[in-house]
């Protein structure tokens, strides 16, 4: 069975930047597409990107696009979510997720997810 784990949140100022990466393991992440969720507090889960097999192709919610950038190291059975110039909104606690058969920004799409890691932006 597919397990991720997330690593890479903590505090940022606004216009700073994070890292995020997420390990799977227990199934060859390079056969599955990949997607970085996020939830802020009395919201919604909610699609930020999502990236397929190989990395040829990749998505972004509106409100991340220019701003994140979703890759991956098969190699290394690690995806990345580089974010840059965060907003207080990016505010959330970020979920990587497998198990979808389309790159689906539904979150109800995606079977495994990690436990998630806290980002928060604040001055």
């Known amino acids: 069975q597919l397990q991720l784990v997330e690593s890479g949140g903590g505090l940022v100022q606004p216009g700073g930047s994070l890292r995020l990466s997420c390990v799977g393991s227990?199934?060859?992440?390079?056969?599955?597409?990949i997607g970085w969720f996020r939830q802020a507090p009395g919201k919604e889960r909610e699609g930020v990107s999502i990236i397929n097999s190989d990395g040829s192709n990749t998505w972004y919610a509106a409100s991340v696009r220019g701003r994140f950038t979703i890759s991956r190291d098969n190699a290394k059975s690690t995806v990345y979510l580089q974010m840059d110039n965060l907003h207080l909104d990016d505010t959330a606690v970020y979920y990587c997720?497998?198990?979808?058969?389309?790159?689906?920004?539904?979150?109800?799409?995606?079977?495994?997810w990690g436990q998630g890691t806290q980002v928060t932006v604040s001055s």
């Open positions: 997720a497998g198990g979808s058969a389309m790159p689906s920004m539904n979150p109800d799409d995606w079977a495994f």
């Open positions: 227990g199934y060859n992440l390079d056969r599955l597409a």
